[in-house]
């Protein structure tokens, strides 16, 4: 499963992924009935992946990425992994693959102090 690399701060891409089996067949992942999770590894620390993961075509292994703000915060070679939650079955993972954010310039309406470090557990929202 190759990972396009990302610009830092840049979040009009959304990256399009096959994930695929790691047995040299290249044969898709399928995905029917996945939600999508995501984990970044920056210099030791992993952070959830806060922007938003689709399914794009199930049997194939597409899904998208439009990645968030503190996706794309900091600049650097990282590692991430996601993870399929199958609706009553088990859980997959992926290999970790190494991903690429090349540094931004500081332009004014970019956010260079963005923090990238989101909580890697979900939390449930209260509302009354």
Known sequence: MPMPNAVQYSRNDTFQITWTFDDDTATPVNLTGATLYGII???????AITGTLTVVTALSGVFSWAPSVA????AGTFF????????????????????????GFDFAFASPSQSPSASVSPSASASA
């Open 80 to 103: 991430v992994q996601f993870y399929a939650k199958y609706s009553g079955g088990k859980p997959k993972l992926s290999s970790r693959h190494r991903w690429f954010v090349e540094p």
């Open 41 to 47: 590894l920056r210099d030791e620390t992993q952070t």
């Open 71 to 74: 996706d794309v915060a900091q």
